[in-house]
């Protein structure tokens, strides 16, 4: 076997990890949104395109007609025609770099990004201080995996504007896996402006220090890498992640995060996975990922092993427990399916998710929903008062013991908690059916449908629906709750 050379560090990622228990991520949605409204007219409707369109009709060789029907059809979306007349436009009056930002807008909101790229290009000579045109490049090449290009745009746009806080954050991002000695400033910088942005920052600057301290480059990388997948930048993670593994060939706990990376993506990261067990068949997190890959594509006879094989080598893991107890259920072996969930609150006596998964198996199979299944959900809302699974857990519990003031109580707690909870309305509806309130009832589940759209949810409401003679399905979410 080859020599590994171990960097406990790289298991901090623990401490990442609750940076996916934050929703709001520090995308370029925001600037998305503004660009989009900026590239719309506010005054353009319906008659107004007709107008501006039959006008370049009539004389399809003014120049300025066609600037007009170009800029109106691609403010009201219409991207194909866009294209088609931009281009005439341009042959009318010549190139300009308005008309090239235009043509790449269609061609992105035509969802072709390279052509879109080449367009802009063109245009940037002209505007090199077009915070707009800079920001459309960065998110392009970004889109595109050409994170130099993006750090290139960036570096300008920061210059430009430095207290734009997300494009400050999308810099240090793009540095992180290009250069991360020089991603901290960015990332403070950012951290410092938004608050929403601070969490992320933070995160990825720590790690960034970390592994500049260790003085070991590939190191750097895949703790980098690591952190940037419990950020959901799954295609950056991969390109870190790359780059750990090319430094050090025998990375094995990198090529373990790169296969998780490749799963994220939608690609197969068996590979990965396959190949850090080459280098260190006793790495735990390999086996787990292993597992994790084989339960996502249905394989549980891959799934069962290697899940064992993961918690043999490291029993603190409670989420292996826990997707062995997933494992068995499905293959309806409940008594081994129990003794796996049993085992993971064994494991993690003080984390409410795995009480709640307990106490969801004995409710989902009404086992000991009396007994166990009623003290694990108490346990999960004694651990976490905050979260509205273990409340709407504990209500539904309580409901299915016939104790409805109760259930009513803290299935309502769950729903303030979380109103888009689909789970809370479902449960809510069927007390409300059984408590003979037909409005509340027919509200919550319609609810539930709503926002559980072809889930399982949404289908227990609708037959939950058909006591009240009701067969017709809701068409949005309600726009209030009982």
């Known amino acids: 076997m080859i020599s590994i050379v171990r960097h406990p560090a790289l298991r901090l990622g623990i401490a990442f990890v609750v940076i996916l228990l934050l929703g709001i991520q520090p ?64 042959s009318l009056e010549g190139w300009t770099p308005e008309l090239h930002i235009a043509l790449g807008d269609a061609y992105h909101g035509a969802d072709d990004v390279d052509q879109a790229i080449k367009e802009w290009e063109a245009a940037r000579p002209d505007r090199p201080a077009d915070a707009s045109l800079l920001t459309k490049l960065a998110i392009a090449y970004e889109a595109r995996g050409r994170f130099e290009e993006a750090a290139g745009a960036l570096r300008t746009l920061v210059a430009l504007e430095p207290n734009n806080a997300i494009a400050q954050y999308r810099f240090g991002l793009m540095l992180s896996v290009i250069d991360p000695a020089s991603a901290p400033a960015h990332l403070a910088l950012a951290a410092g402006m938004d608050p929403s942005v601070q969490p992320f920052a933070d995160s990825l600057n720590q790690a960034v220090e970390a592994g500049l301290q260790a003085d070991d480059t590939a190191y750097t990388y895949g703790i980098i890498g690591y952190t940037l997948i ?24 990198a090529y373990a995060y790169l296969g998780l990376a490749e799963d994220y993506l939608g690609s197969d990261g068996m590979y990965a ?18 597992g994790l890959h084989s339960r996502r594509i249905g394989d549980n006879d891959k799934a069962i092993p290697a899940l ?27 008594t081994t399916a129990e003794a796996w969930y049993v085992q993971a609150v064994s494991v993690a006596p003080k984390d409410a998710s795995f009480w709640t998964l307990l106490a969801k198996f004995y409710i989902d199979h009404d086992l000991k929903v009396d007994q166990d299944g009623l003290l694990a959900a108490q346990k999960a809302v004694e651990l976490a008062p905050d979260s ?60 539930a449908i709503a926002l559980d759209a072809g889930g399982p949810i949404a289908e227990q409401a609708i037959k939950a629906l058909t006591r009240l003679g009701i067969t017709a399905l809701p068409t949005a979410v309600p726009t209030s709750t009982p």
């Open 273 to 290: 996975y396959e190949r850090a067990l080459d280098i260190d068949e006793k790495l735990a997190i390999a086996h787990y990922l292993v």
């Open 230 to 253: 419990g950020l959901r930048e799954y295609a950056l993670a991969k390109a870190a992640l790359l780059n750990a593994v090319s430094g050090r060939p025998d990375f094995a706990e």
């Open 27 to 90: 995308n370029w949605t925001p600037l998305l949104d503004d660009l989009r409204i900026a590239r719309a007219s506010s005054t353009l409707n319906t008659d107004s395109l007709n107008a501006i369109l039959d006008a370049y009709a009539r004389q399809p060789w003014q120049a300025d007609r066609a600037r007009a029907a170009a800029l109106a059809t691609l403010g009201a979306g219409f991207y194909e025609s866009a294209i088609a007349t931009i281009n005439a436009a341009a």
């Open 388 to 447: 509205a699974d273990a409340w709407d857990t504990l209500g539904f519990a309580q409901y299915l013991n016939d104790s409805r003031d109760l259930a009513e109580e803290n299935l309502l707690k769950a729903r303030e908690l979380d109103p888009q909870l689909a789970t809370v309305h479902f449960h809510l509806g069927l007390l409300y059916l059984d408590t003979d309130r037909s409005t509340d009832a027919r509200q919550s589940l319609e609810t």
């Open 308 to 334: 064992k094989r993961a918690f043999e080598l490291d029993a603190s893991n409670a989420a292996a427990a826990a997707e062995l107890g997933s494992a068995y259920t499905e293959l309806a072996d409940l």
